[in-house]
């Protein structure tokens, strides 16, 4: 697969990163000379130097043969034109970042498909997307709902008395309908757990299963359940306003505080939301702090749009007692540094939109991907083609590799956590969870045995071979 | 000579007045026409100031005129029209009063006041009664405003015209052009005019007294064709209808429009829900307390309430009953009606929803700051920020609306006047209602009221009718620069 990515920036350079990595032929536009020769150091990219909304940059970049273009400079309408020009030399996949939601939503007459835009995507409204949800879910570090939020995946931290630590991994008693997918411990081990593992308190434990039976599972880790009220947002920047907006929205009444340190971004803000209480002062002085009583909140949300600030406020928070405390991270080298001053919710923009765009450079009967604790898995959602290997396979006869977990089938309406002799029939939707280390082999076992349909016209996928 | 241009205007203004008036005496014909005469001078001498005006500025009719022009201009014409418009009564023999007493009764007309001095209404011939409901409907909607409907252009700037004539503390327009927009207000009034004739009429008066109605209905004005007004119609079916379409005068006319264009959002507007919720609260209140005076019969005194309720608080000010007989509490609180009014945008008057609901919102936002001085807060309406400047302008005219409202009253008292009747006097001639409590109540007329007294009423229906700022610019020495700083300042 030949891929132009136009801007590189945080989101450009990780898609930059990922891309290469899966071994797609990536060519990076970028305007800004530094930008640029960093990132053909990095990785194994080519790198223009030059305006993504040009015609003729777009043609050195190849654009007569690309199957895909990501534009995602940080101007909305430089990203539009370039997926406009893009889609008039028939590239067969455009996408898009569009921070304005008005382009998006606010025309009835012109639709992003009509401007040549296959996907709209929004890194500050993805990230606010996954804070509310955290928050509407305070126990978990990691939502993702599949299949019209039937099935979901969720990752807690084993408490210490949590009645699952310490247990070797067969002789659990989890509750039917939920499956236990992987363990991360520390910095770098991620298991995806059988027979003789043991779950340690302060593990971070990936569930897998039925809504209903996962919102009532949290016990099994935990201790009581957590209520989120008050919530303070410090950041008033495209995340913390999108967060605000969700929360203002939602049925659920939250009482959210949201602090900003530029005025003219306060009065701005103060002008398109309506119910949160906006507050002018620095994020980190305590005295304001105390005066206008912040630290007296169930949630803290970390959105300054800088590491060091949210680390701050981070542990601050953790002082405060307070009960969630989320963390955005903008550079993802500051990561490990997150986890540990013990902060294990933390959003990563870029990785949220870089998994959106990888979605998309998979076959069309995937319907979705997420990217899992930085990049240690990937859990996705597929619906099984009539020719694939594995079709009307029990799961013992498919014999998938270690690291490749089905999670669940959803076939109709039924929710199946399957075992080894259940059977996987074409046209069944499968939750996979798997390590990056083997992705690569999903195609082997569950890709139609032949192209055909939608994108016949498509050049061969080269990259995809593998 | 660049004062003569505002003559021409003037003068055409005149010359409409005074073929209004012979719209008006043709309903004499046919009867003994005894006010056949007065329209005669009355027209004649209208139409020769308006010619001499009309002809001393036509060479300079073109051209660019400044705010103050433009100010000056509409303060002007309401001048003259309240003293053009009242020579009918003057020339008439049965009138019985003053000069003074015509430029009242017309100044009154004109704003939509509907105080009159005239004790026996009914004892005028039809054509001068009719005049009298015809100056109420021209005032209503605006006289300069009717002009930029109809006339498309002459030198004044129409964007301030539109906004030195229009109620509110927002000037808002709903299609790009001010003449446009004026029209369509016009268009709406006009239309709302001729429902509610034809429903009066369903309701069996006969075409005179409907249309009568519906011209003193829709500008919220006040003036009945009858003595004891309303109430002499006997025709509960009538009091309904009319209830209604002054409710309907006292909403935002923007709101009508986007009503008539299908956008079923308008029924949303803060305001609109606001004025329904205070009327309706009223109307209860007045209602429980006035019960026992009419046997306890609920639906009498529901339909009294809300009759009286929403014609004080869309200071129209027509009575269906005696509300001055009425219990302490009901008094009281349609007192305190008259100082509200009705919707901004709307062709009623008083201090308007808006401005009210506005300083609400205000004084929740400086409790706000006491618990959280570094909160940083907008007020809004319907979901849109409202300018701090507009929010400076609304408590501005506010303060001014009350001072206005002390000082007239502390006048009035020193004429002698008691304490009942010098404020709601003065509370209704600043609101355009018409009649008062005491001895300006709905059985009296303002004949009580001194030479004086009617001076300064008339004056204060004026800058009641025109919000103020556009009267008061006029009396600054240096009204030039404040001009400038006045259209600086945006919809104050």
């Known amino acids: 697969m030949y891929i132009i990515v136009i801007g590189g920036g945080g989101v450009g350079s990780e898609l930059a990163h990922n891309l290469s990595e899966k071994n797609f032929d990536v060519v990076v536009i970028e305007k800004n000379p530094e930008r640029a020769r960093r990132l053909g150091d990095l990785y194994d990219v080519m790198v223009l130097e030059d305006n993504g909304a040009n015609v003729l940059a777009l043609e050195k970049a190849g654009v007569r043969s690309a199957d895909m273009v990501i534009a995602v400079t940080e101007i909305d309408e430089i990203n539009i034109i370039a997926c406009m020009l893009a889609k008039r030399y028939g590239v067969p996949l455009t ?43 305070p126990e978990a570090c990691e939502i993702e709902y599949f299949s019209r939020g039937r099935v979901m995946m969720l990752s807690l931290v084993a408490g210490p008395d949590a009645p699952i630590v310490r247990t070797p991994f067969r002789q659990l008693n989890l509750p039917p309908g939920c499956i236990i997918v992987g ?148 550079d993802p080298q500051f990561t490990p540094v997150y986890g540990a001053l013990g902060l294990e919710s933390i959003v990563n923009p870029h990785l949220i939109t870089a998994a959106q765009i990888l979605r998309f450079t998979h076959r069309e009967d995937l319907l979705s991907l997420s990217i899992l604790n930085n990049e240690r898995a990937e859990i996705l959602e597929l619906v099984l083609p ?21 999670g669940s089938i959803i076939r109709g309406q039924e929710v199946i956590i399957p075992r080894g002799q259940d059977r996987l029939l074409p046209g069944d939707h499968l939750v996979i969870f798997t390590l990056p280390e083997i992705s690569g082999q999903l195609e082997r076992y569950f890709a139609a045995a032949e192209k055909e349909g939608r994108r016949a016209n498509r050049p061969l996928e080269r990259g995809k071979a593998k | 000579m660049r004062r003569l241009r505002m003559f021409y205007l003037l003068g055409i203004m005149l010359l409409f007045l005074a073929a209004m008036m012979v719209l008006a005496a043709l309903w004499s014909i046919g009867e003994q026409e005894a006010d056949r005469p007065a329209f005669l001078k009355a027209v ?126 927002v000037a808002e327009r709903f299609v790009p052009r001010v003449v446009e927009t004026a029209r369509w207000l016009w268009l709406i009034y006009a239309a709302f005019t001729v429902l509610q004739t034809l429903l009066l009429m369903l309701c069996g008066l006969n075409l005179y007294d409907a249309l009568a109605h519906a011209l003193t209905t829709m500008p919220t004005g006040g003036f009945s064709t009858y003595n004891a007004s309303v109430a002499a119609l006997e025709n509960p079916a009538a009091e309904v209808v009319i209830t209604i379409f002054m409710f ?18 308008a029924l949303k507007s803060e305001e609109l829900r606001f004025y329904v919720a205070v009327l309706a609260m009223a109307a209860a209140l007045v209602a429980a307390n006035i019960a026992p005076l009419y046997g306890g019969d609920i639906l009498l005194s529901l339909r009294r309430s809300a009759f009286q309720v929403v014609s004080i608080a869309t200071t129209t000010g027509y009575a269906s009953a005696d509300f001055d007989a009425w219990p302490h509490f009901s008094r009281v609180l349609l007192f305190f009606l008259m100082f509200l009014g009705a919707c901004g945008g709307s062709t009623g008057g008083g201090i308007k929803q808006t ?111 025109l919000e103020i700022y556009t009267v008061l610019v006029l009396f600054l020495p240096e009204s030039r620069r404040i001009f400038k700083k006045v259209s600086g300042g945006g919809d104050y």
């Open chain 1, 95 to 137: 996408v898009a970042r569009v921070r304005n939601a008005d382009y998006a939503h606010g025309s009835t007459i012109l639709d992003p498909h009509q401007l040549g835009i296959d996907l709209m995507i929004s890194p500050e409204r993805s990230a606010a997307y996954e804070i509310s949800r955290m928050l509407h879910f």
């Open chain 1, 183 to 330: 363990i991360s411990e520390g910095q770098d081990k991620f298991i995806i757990p059988g027979g003789n593992d043991v779950i340690k308190p302060g593990a971070r434990v990936y569930l897998l299963g039925r809504s209903r039976t996962l919102k009532d599972i949290s016990f099994l880790l935990l201790h009581e359940r957590i209520r989120i009220k008050r919530v303070a947002i410090f950041g008033g920047g495209g995340i913390g306003f999108e967060l605000a907006k969700l929360l203002e929205e939602s049925r659920s009444p939250f009482e959210v505080k949201l602090v900003e340190k530029d005025g003219e971004r306060c009065a701005q803000l103060s002008r398109e939301l309506s119910h949160t209480l906006i507050l002018h002062g620095e994020p980190t002085d305590l005295d304001f702090i105390h005066v206008e009583e912040i630290a007296d909140t169930d949630a803290v949300v970390a959105v300054s749009g800088d590491d060091r600030t949210n680390i701050i406020l981070g542990v601050l928070a953790k002082q405060w007692g307070v009960k969630k405390i989320i963390c955005e991270v903008v």
């Open chain 1, 386 to 406: 009539e020719t694939a290997r594995v079709a009307h396979k029990t799961v013992a006869e498919a014999n998938f590799p270690r690291g490749m977990l089905i």
């Open chain 2, 44 to 169: 004649a001498i209208t139409a020769a100031a308006g010619a001499l005006l009309c002809i001393l500025g036509y060479p300079s009719r073109h051209g660019q005129t400044t705010l103050a022009e433009s100010f000056s201009l509409v303060s002007l014409a309401w001048l003259l029209a309240g003293f053009f418009g009242g020579l009918p009564f003057y020339f008439y023999d049965g009138f019985g009063g003053t000069l003074l007493d015509a430029f009242f009764e017309a100044v009154s007309g004109f704003t939509t006041t509907g105080a009159t001095v005239i004790a026996d209404v009914e004892s005028l011939p039809r054509g001068l009664l009719f005049w009298r409901s015809l100056t109420q409907w021209l005032g209503g909607m605006g006289i300069i405003v009717l002009f930029l409907a109809v006339l498309p252009r002459f030198g004044f700037k129409s964007t301030t015209l539109y906004r030195a004539e229009l109620p509110g503390p």
């Open chain 2, 248 to 265: 309907l005068s006292g909403v935002n006319f923007t709101l009508h429009y986007r009503l008539l264009h299908r956008d079923r959002k």
């Open chain 2, 355 to 465: 401005r009210l609901l506005l300083l609400l919102k205000h004084a929740r936002r400086e409790l706000l700051r006491l618990i959280h001085p570094s909160a940083v807060a907008t007020v809004k309406l319907d979901d849109q920020a409202v300018s701090e400047e507009t929010l400076r302008g609304v408590a501005g005219f506010t303060f001014l609306y009350i001072l206005f409202f002390v000082l007239t009253t502390l006048a009035l008292s020193w004429m002698d006047l008691d304490f009942t009747t010098a404020a709601s006097a003065a509370a209704s001639a600043l609101g355009n209602i018409g009649p008062g409590l005491g001895l300006v109540g709905p059985s009296f007329t303002h004949q009580a009221v001194p030479a004086a007294g009617k001076a300064l009423l008339s004056l204060m229906m004026i800058m009641g009718r």
